[in-house]
């Protein structure tokens, strides 16, 4: 029952900003966050946004580029990002687990199917 659809996706020059969403259903999410995955690469953490507090957490390459929000009430979690680089396009993967930590790990409960960010330079 638990669906994670992103949005969003697309083709931007370097430098532009582009916004992702997902929609979450079928549970309640005290974690959410988003991953990625380029070619010939493994999937990895980009940043999780807790319950309680909004508590956010970046890899290092994102920092100062990224945001996430998250909407509790209808189970969303966006993600800006700004100033992209030629090494961002990837596959963003939307993500819940049941803590913060879990996501920064590496680890999820919940993948979305995934949705291309391309950057044209």
């Known amino acids: 029952q638990v669906q994670l659809v992103e949005s969003g996706g697309g083709l931007v020059q370097a430098g532009g900003s582009l916004r992702l969403s997902c929609a979450a259903s079928?549970?309640?999410?005290?974690?959410m966050g988003w991953f990625r995955q380029a070619p010939g690469k493994e999937r990895e953490f980009v940043t999780a946004i807790g319950w309680s507090r909004g508590s956010t957490y970046y890899t290092d390459s994102v920092k100062g580029r990224f945001t996430t929000s998250r909407d509790n009430a209808k189970n969303t979690v966006s993600l800006q990002m700004n100033s992209l680089k030629p090494e961002d396009p990837a596959v963003y993967y939307c993500a819940v687990a049941d803590a913060t930590p879990r996501l920064v790990s590496g680890m999820a409960d919940y993948w979305g199917q995934g949705t291309q960010v391309t950057v044209s330079s």
């Open positions: 079928g549970g309640t999410f005290y974690a």
